[in-house]
């Protein structure tokens, strides 16, 4: 099993969401977040001051899969996520040891169903 942790722009989430659906992903967890990479930030002007924004909007989704899920999972993020720009986001894949479902009981890849 493997966590699936994606950092992507806001505005794509409904397409995000839709892909990872169409393949039988249909559990995530988001979070806004707020960074930078190689963007750095921006500027903007505000009532005549120029002012810095470092840390710029982003959501976090993750979701666990199983090991034969994770290539059809990283896919369908990156398709529906990428405009190509920078900014697009980053992928983070990692090892899960154990999944218990707190309501049954059940574990591993039951819980992911």
Do not use: C, W
């Not at 806001?10 to 969401?17: N, Q």
């Not at 989704?61 to 899920?69: H, L, Q, R, T, W």
């Not at 896919?75 to 894949?93: L, P, Q, R, V, Y």
């Amino acid at each position: 099993m493997k966590l699936i942790t994606a950092i992507i722009k806001p505005f794509k989430v409904p397409e995000v969401r839709s892909a990872l659906d169409k393949i039988g992903i249909s559990g995530m967890t988001l979070t806004e977040v707020k960074g930078f990479g190689r963007q750095k930030g921006h500027t903007e002007l505000y009532r005549g001051a120029e002012y810095t924004i470092d840390f710029l909007p982003k959501i976090k989704i993750e979701i666990a899969v199983s090991d034969e899920m994770v290539d059809s999972a990283k896919n369908a993020i990156i398709k529906s996520s990428a405009s190509g720009k920078i900014g697009d986001g980053k992928i983070f894949i990692s090892p899960i040891d154990e999944v218990i479902r707190i309501r049954t009981g059940e574990s591993n890849e039951d819980a992911l169903q």
